[in-house]
T-cell receptor, first 112, second 112 residues
């Protein structure tokens, strides 16, 4: 079973709408990373969260880590076609050479 | 420009042949990682290396081999023992003591 569960697996939204992607772990997260991937390309780093309750924003994307450090959400405000792609959350396993485990990804499509 | 390069972008091989995927970085990063991505499964760690001449198995190392003779290079060999080698392969690197991994553009391997 996945140690990190992402939901939803896929999402289609109308341009201009807000959306949220969730990433849930059964274990405490030492560090939570959000990446974006265009199909067939590498991962682009978006944000990293470490502290419980932490929130970071970049342009129209906001990521939060809950107080228990077991769930993170990625929120996109006023979505644009450029936001389309696959969003992946990754988690540091803690003191293991920086190894990350990843959720299965959320595929986002934005309709113009 | 600094970054991580992977070559080739697309690779086709016949079943039973070994194939080597290249990963080079000029970021002076200490740690390097190889991941495999399959549809709907996110990324899974194959091998990682924290310093030159040292590397460790990840979660799915069977059928793969690596070397780390130079800091900037971490080639991955997909051997004939890998039962299902067709996948998208991603290389990443990280500065020792830092948190974030940065990814290359990936190599799509198709075994015919």
């Amino acid at each position: 079973s996945q140690e990190l569960e992402q939901s939803p697996q896929s999402l289609i939204v109308q341009e201009g709408k807000n959306l949220t992607i969730n990433c849930t772990s059964s274990k405490t997260l030492y560090g939570l990373y959000w990446y974006k991937q265009k199909y067939g390309e590498g991962l682009i780093f978006l944000m990293m969260l470490q502290k419980g309750g932490e929130e970071k924003s970049h342009e129209k994307i906001t990521a939060k880590l809950d107080e228990k450090k077991q769930q993170s959400s990625l929120h996109i405000t006023a979505s644009q076609p450029s936001h389309a792609g696959i969003y992946l959350c990754g988690a540091d396993r803690g003191n293991q050479g920086g190894k990350l485990i990843f959720g299965q990804g959320t595929e986002l499509s934005v309709k113009p | 420009d600094g970054g991580i390069t992977q070559s080739p972008k697309y690779l086709f091989r016949k079943e039973g042949q070994n194939v080597t995927l290249s990963c080079e970085q000029n970021l002076n990063h200490d740690a390097m990682y190889w991941y495999r991505q399959d549809p709907g499964q996110g990324l899974r760690l194959i091998y990682y290396s924290q310093i030159v001449n040292d590397f460790q198995k990840g979660d799915i190392a069977e059928g793969y081999s690596v070397s780390r003779e130079k800091k900037e290079s971490f080639p991955l060999t997909v051997t004939s023992a890998q039962k299902n080698p067709t996948a998208f392969y991603l290389c990443a690197s990280r500065v020792a003591g830092a948190d974030t991994q940065y990814f290359g553009p990936g190599t799509r391997l198709t075994v015919l």
